[in-house]
């Protein structure tokens, strides 16, 4: 249901963005946000954009990260720039998607992307 790419290997200071993709049956897309889980800790809010284009950033990447999202192609992309070793992790984004008239709007994740910021 959610196709995520872009992860890789960037050096401190470098940039990568990420896109995310939804697919199957879909009615709306309400919020659409990223995600990231580092070895040995928690899984934690990146940023979420909702349908109305209003963001939400962690604030450990405020001001070098943006979110945004392509409606008529039910993706969400991470621009994420001054990157640095502690952004290390893998990245997931998350989509709040209803199916179909009458139906719950159910969370769907990503399979997760690598992000490696390294020299």
């Known amino acids: 249901q959610l196709q995520a790419s872009g992860g890789g290997l960037v050096q401190p200071g470098g940039s990568l963005r990420l896109s995310c993709a939804a697919s199957?049956?879909?009615?709306?897309?309400?919020?659409m946000g990223w995600y990231r889980q580092a070895p040995g800790k928690q899984r934690e809010l990146v940023a979420t954009?909702?349908?109305?284009?209003?963001?939400n950033y962690a604030d450990s990447v405020k001001g070098r990260f943006t979110i945004s999202r392509d409606n008529a192609k039910n993706t969400v992309y991470l621009h994420m720039n001054s990157l640095k070793p502690e952004d290390t992790a893998v990245y997931y984004c998350?989509?709040?998607?209803?199916?179909?008239?009458?139906?719950?709007?159910?969370?769907?994740w990503g399979q997760g992307t690598l992000v490696t910021v390294s020299s």
């Open positions: 998350n989509a709040q998607i209803r199916s179909g008239w009458g139906e719950p709007r159910l969370g769907y």
């Open positions: 199957g049956s879909i009615l709306s897309i309400s919020t």
């Open positions: 954009v909702t349908s109305a284009a209003s963001t």
